[in-house]
């Protein structure tokens, strides 16, 4: 740290040391407010990732022994990332597969069924991204059917979360129009439900800054949190260009961004009364579990000591928790999220 920085620290103890104590009692206030803001009970949570947005593959099919699995390690919920586009058709009344419903709701019920919550989302969408407001008819129809389907279970234990990173023409200045037809195509059948919702640009912590809930005290907000992805997507051939291997976690800047996003979500909670969670973090299966836990560690920390839960990426599949090759879980990312780590 350079002397200037020094000093300035040096001259911002003095001046909080001279607040006057009525000052001092404001500042606690605006802790409280954040301290007692509402949130989901998301607990410990895990993302089906690779699965059933892809299709449904992820190295092997999803079955409902990987809740058991899960719910075994000490999980409390799971999202479930959903590909709808792909099994429904491209015209009004945007007619969901029944082979596709059923096998979503199979998945749904089977996690339900081992005292999982579960985040169920519209994942891969973009043409929603493209052109939002051309398909946000074609959204609301999918949560029209989802909805409807689901209607019937606890809205203590299943939430929806209406899209995915919403991002490119997907901006701020028109989510409200996207998100209004959807959540009424929720409300007509769930009026209670807990519905998700995230802000653009890709969801990131940033974004909480510019995202405004709708009117509804069971709408609730979260983010992603893949910072530094220098580190988080190092080798990733999706990313262009790409980030080199070989990239450690733990540089000042890494300590510093978790000094600095933080209160960004404390910021929120004060102006809206709802804790954000975070909808992803993770990092890439080609870095080392050790980096890989001291990352998640480091995150976990940061974000739970403000009130923000944190749902890993993924299971099974390129961020891994879980290796099917060797049947146990990766060593040292359990412990890192505040689970026991598991035989």
């Not at 300035?8 to 500042?27: D, K």
């Not at 999980?75 to 945007?94: E, G, I, K, M, Q």
Request: glycine share 6%; charged share 15%.
């Amino acid at each position: 740290m350079s002397k200037a920085n020094l000093l300035r620290m040096a001259g911002a103890l003095a001046l909080l040391a001279a607040l006057p104590q009525a000052a001092q009692a404001a500042t606690a206030q605006k802790t409280t407010s954040s301290a007692s803001a509402a949130s989901l009970p998301i607990g410990h949570c895990i993302n089906m990732g690779g699965m059933l947005d892809s299709d449904d593959w992820g190295g092997k099919k999803l079955d409902a022994g990987d809740f058991v699995r899960i719910r075994a390690a000490g999980f409390d919920t799971v999202r479930l990332t959903t590909n709808w586009v792909n099994h429904a058709s491209d015209t009004a009344p945007y007619t969901i597969d029944p082979a596709w419903m059923a096998r979503v709701t199979d998945m749904v019920d089977a996690a339900l069924a081992n005292n999982l919550n579960v985040v169920l989302n519209s994942h891969y969408f973009p043409a929603l991204d493209a052109d939002p407001l051309g398909n946000a008819p074609r959204l609301a129809g999918l949560w029209k059917q989802i909805a409807a389907n689901f209607a019937n279970r606890p809205n203590s234990r299943l939430y929806f979360e209406l899209f995915n990173e919403p991002h490119d023409a997907f901006t701020p200045a028109v989510q409200a129009q996207v998100v209004g037809p959807a959540l009424a195509a929720v409300r007509a059948t769930n009026p209670k439900r807990p519905v998700i919702v995230s802000g653009g640009p890709w969801a990131n912590v940033d974004t909480l800054a510019t995202l405004n809930l709708p009117n509804d005290p069971n709408v609730w907000p979260t983010f992603h949190y893949y910072d530094p992805m220098d580190f988080t997507h190092q080798g990733a051939d999706w990313v262009s260009p790409a980030f080199p291997l070989g990239r450690t976690y733990g540089t000042y800047w890494d300590q510093q961004a978790l000094i600095n996003d933080p209160p960004k979500v404390t910021a929120f909670a004060k102006r809206t009364g709802k804790m954000p969670f975070i909808g992803e973090n993770g990092a890439y299966d080609v870095i080392p579990d050790p980096q890989r836990a001291e990352y998640h560690k480091a995150v976990y920390q940061a974000f739970t000591k403000v009130g923000a839960k944190v749902c890993v990426w993924a299971y099974s599949n390129t961020f891994p928790f879980w290796d099917y090759d060797t049947g146990k879980w990766h060593p040292g990312l359990l412990s890192a999220i505040g689970l026991k780590e598991q035989p």
